[in-house]
């Protein structure tokens, strides 16, 4: 039976002996696009499918995804879903959080099983803590590059050596820089580096596409864990209740398989 803990330390054992690994989430917002669904969400509107809410995201949250305009996209976030090599994990929503029959879906569309199946969720909720205290320190030993969004600032972070901007809705509207991050990674040798994504669903593409070119590097997509250290909002309720103390219960949450 597989472990919220235990795959955690999984990863944070890879990085601490420097072991290349990549670490993709595809988080609720993913399992629409790859169910081909219309995605919209902006300050006005939530759409899923058919289904509508009042708007609660911020600028640099903005996303739109159309399948009859954007199935290029879907089809290279198909392509990283179903990618399967050595130490290239997938982090999946959990049946806690999408529910059952969405969970059991993504397997389904998945088809084989992948041993390196794990938590979308695996660096946040009740692991946050363990990956503020015992990962993030391990970044200092780290070249590190940084793909994030353009208002974001970098400056606490001194392990950082590179950064490469997106804008919003960075799944289509910077689809290009996948391939000027890889030109850099040739031109300059780039090997043993550290690259973390806090760029949507870009950052699934990117991943995907640059550990099959260039699997010497390490690639996390961070999400909003580090929202803290770039002035960005603190938005999320993991995030309010570790560094503000607010009430909640995502903080604890050890997510279920």
């Known amino acids: 039976m597989k472990n919220f803990i235990d795959d955690f330390y999984k990863l944070h054992t890879l990085l601490k002996n420097k072991e290349p690994f990549s670490f993709n989430r595809f988080s609720d917002g993913e399992l629409y696009i790859l169910q081909d669904k219309e995605l919209i969400l902006d300050v006005t509107q939530v759409k899923v499918g058919n289904k509508v809410t009042e708007g609660i ?24 879903y179903r990618f399967t090599r050595h130490n290239y994990f997938k982090g999946l929503s959990c049946r806690c959080c999408v529910g059952d029959e969405n ?22 909720n009740g692991n946050y803590g363990r990956f503020i205290r015992e990962m993030y320190p391990l ?15 970098l400056s606490v972070m001194p392990f950082i050596v590179k950064d490469f901007r997106v804008g919003y809705n960075a799944m289509i509207n910077d689809y290009d820089l996948i391939r000027k991050i890889k030109d850099w ?14 760029a949507s669903s870009f950052s699934k593409m990117a991943i995907h596409q640059l550990f099959e070119h260039c ?43």
């Open 185 to 198: 990674i040739d031109e300059n040798n780039v090997e043993g580096h550290l690259f973390l994504f806090s």
């Open 57 to 80: 995201y911020k600028e640099e949250d903005h996303k739109r995804f159309n399948p009859l305009e954007h199935s290029f996209y879907r089809d290279r976030l198909v392509d990283a």
């Open 139 to 153: 970044f200092n030993e780290y070249k590190t590059v940084f793909i994030c969004n353009q208002k974001a600032d």
């Open 215 to 257: 699997d010497r590097n390490t690639y996390i997509d961070v999400g909003t864990t580090l929202n803290i250290f770039m002035n960005m909002r603190l938005d999320r309720t993991y995030l309010k209740s570790f560094w503000l103390g607010t009430k909640g219960n995502d903080i604890n949450k050890i997510c279920i398989w």
């Open 103 to 124: 969970f059991r879906w993504q397997l389904d569309f998945h088809g084989e099983y992948d041993e390196n199946f794990t938590w979308a969720n695996l660096l946040v």
